[in-house]
């Protein structure tokens, strides 16, 4: 049976990663979060203090990391290690997520993560979330889905998350921090998010969890069981 790749990109808080986790159990792949990669790089440049101007230091400190998922059984999910330390929840600080940004958008982080995913799709059978996946990383993904919700519903979705973490923010802050990520994320030099020429455009704001899944699960059924189809005849 043929694999292919699934790369869901589209801004922060829209529903990417939950609805990248269900497809990717559903089909049996792999999911990779390429965003858990970036906060895991900010939380050690945070924790060395590196400079994020000084290029020696960064590139340094990029060959002195090494990050991985590995399964969580309580939580039947994967976390971020960095170093071999499980990261999974103090990557999703807020004071992390306000370095994120600057951090992803230099050329040498991007470089060095980028080659890192590209390596974990190699074999095909992965649903990747992020930015720049059905631009830069897997510009030849069979799949591609761009997501989008309105700002508003995603500060809420996100308020929630963090309140199920345990940390209190109030919606301004959330709106204000994902605002400041968009403009970062879409205007920086280095592969900017935006929607790959043929990559599906979903806005999810008026949608549940279930039918972001459903949409996502069909585009890619489809095409497995179109490609399976057109190598048994060339066979
Ligand atoms: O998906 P997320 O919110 O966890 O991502 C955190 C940040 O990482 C996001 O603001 C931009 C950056 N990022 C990126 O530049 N490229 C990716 N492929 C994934 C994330």
Do not use: W
């Not at 897997?138 to 919700?149: S, Y």
């Amino acid at each position: 049976m043929k694999k292919i790749i699934v790369a869901i990109d589209g801004y922060s808080a829209c529903g990417k990663s939950t609805t990248a986790k269900l497809v990717a159990a559903q089909l049996n792949y792999a999911y990779i979060d390429t965003g858990a990669m970036y906060r895991a790089v900010t939380l050690y440049f945070i924790e060395n203090h590196i400079a994020l101007t000084n290029p020696k230091e960064v590139t340094q400190a990029l060959r002195d990391i090494n990050i991985s998922f590995q399964p969580n059984p309580k939580t039947q999910r994967s976390d971020t290690y960095l170093n071999g330390i499980n990261v999974e929840n103090e990557i999703r600080k807020m004071y992390v997520t306000q370095q994120v940004s600057p951090v992803s958008a230099i050329t040498e982080v991007r470089k060095t993560l980028v080659a890192e995913q590209q390596k974990m799709g190699k074999r095909k059978g992965v649903v990747m979330d992020g930015r720049d996946i059905g631009t830069t990383v897997f510009p030849e993904a069979e799949v591609k889905v761009f997501m989008d919700a309105d700002l508003t519903v995603r500060a809420h979705r996100r308020q929630k998350e963090l309140m199920e973490k345990g940390e209190t923010l109030n919606l301004e802050e959330i709106v204000h921090n994902l605002k400041e990520r968009d403009r970062i994320d879409t205007t920086r030099e280095e592969s900017p998010l935006r929607k790959a020429a043929d990559a599906h455009y979903l806005d999810t704001t008026y949608m549940t969890i279930d039918e972001e899944v459903e949409y996502v699960l069909h585009l890619a059924t489809s095409r497995i069981i179109s490609l399976n189809k057109s190598n048994s005849t060339i066979c």
